[in-house]
DNA sequence: GTCTATATCACGATAGAC
DNA sequence: GTCTATCGTGATATAGAC
């Protein structure tokens, strides 16, 4: 019969290789350091096979960031999906993002390009620059929804999601995308397990504390939050 | 007689302006992504002129990022001398870095690339890439000594220096670095004077808050949020 | 200092054999 | 599907006139 929705972790298909070392190269050097006969090279294919699987450059740039857009949302739809309490559900969700994002350096390096880079090329002239923008909002629709109801339930002071997801995204996405940077600053590995632990702990109480719900008493003066 | 050590507001140099619009330019798009034809053409020059000023593209690229780097610690260093303090010398910190970074975006683009991507060029065999190298430690060493020296006074928590600078690093310079994708998720503009006074608040509400030095017994209280 | 012209090379993409 | 060969373009960088 079919073996469509089974993974084939014996035979990787050539698309599977490519994407692979897209993923890793994109990541590093950016979608304009990156030349299509070094990944055609480092995927063990001539120039012109590769252009066979995707029918340019961009193509294939936005079909590693889908891929890596769809693992990550894989990971982080259980902690959305869950019926806990938004405290519990943050959580969950802190705790699935960083290991999403320390599973594989590369990922959060792509992801972090895809956040903050203008692409030189049209996203969405391809169909997979638009799946890429749907995943992401998608995923910011998620965690955004969950902190605007933890708040009109009262578990979070009267803050701006938007704000927090911004910090969020530079706490998770920017940490494990910072490499050589992070490690000299760490002064050790970042993708550690142990590493992995404490910045989840650090993150997590961070965030406890800065979205605790407070006295009125002892909220800011100017509460005019207006985004 | 000498000039120097005077700004020059009405005649600014060639090289002045070329650095202008490398910066600009480098930020969006990367080193890769940019080509020598079009900085000179930018700046109003031939190709071959801007090469007498910078005899490589890679140096280009590390003056820029030089410029960057010293203007920012101009803004730093004061708040890091004031004889406050630990916790009134971290938010004077946090508002020079938040300041420094919404006053020119292209500098918080090009901040943030410096600091994640593993540069294809040999940054150190160029003079202008060792005093990058210099400058950032620098910095990093100011902010990293006075989280230290506020957790040995005890105004801080005992938490890691390290994560909290790369959470203050994501907080600042990725959230200024996000362009359009930043305005999009505030629904609003990221360089307002409204936006910038927000997330001010909104940064020193969480670092205020993480860093405060707490009752031993609830220290470790992460039953509750901790899966 | 700025220019025109050029050297040299790599790029993305295509054609067509096998 | 993979290959060799090639097209057209634009890249960094240099040479040398003015």
């Known amino acids: 019969m079919s073996t469509r929705g089974l993974p084939a972790p014996v035979a990787p298909s050539s698309r599977d290789k490519i994407l692979d070392v897209a993923e890793v190269l994109f990541a590093r050097r950016g979608f304009a350091g990156v030349g299509m006969r ?39 739809a259980p902690a959305l999906a869950s019926s806990l309490g938004p405290a519990e559900k943050l959580d969950r969700f802190t705790d699935a993002l960083v290991d999403a994002l320390a599973e594989q350096a590369s990922a959060a390096r792509l992801l972090l390009r895809a956040l903050f880079e203008d692409d030189a090329f049209d996203a969405e002239a391809w169909p997979e620059g638009q799946s890429v923008e749907r995943r992401i909002e998608a995923i910011l629709a998620g965690i955004t929804g969950l902190l605007h109801d933890g708040i009109e339930a009262g578990a979070f002071r009267r803050t701006s999601p938007a704000h927090v997801v911004q910090t969020l995204i530079g706490a998770t996405v920017y940490h494990f995308a910072s490499g050589e940077f992070g490690e000299g600053l ?19 109480s961070f965030l406890h504390c800065g979205l605790a719900a407070r006295p009125a008493q002892s909220e800011r003066r100017e509460t005019k939050w207006t985004s």
Chains 1, 2 share one sequence.
């Open 38 to 76: 070094e990944v055609a090279e480092a995927a063990g294919l001539g120039k012109s096979s590769l252009f066979h699987h995707f029918r340019s450059k961009a193509q294939l740039y936005l079909a590693a960031l889908e891929r890596v857009l769809r693992r990550l949302d894989e990971r982080l």
């Open 186 to 204: 760490l002064g050790g590995p970042l993708l550690s397990a142990q590493a992995v632990a404490t910045r989840k702990a650090e993150l997590k």
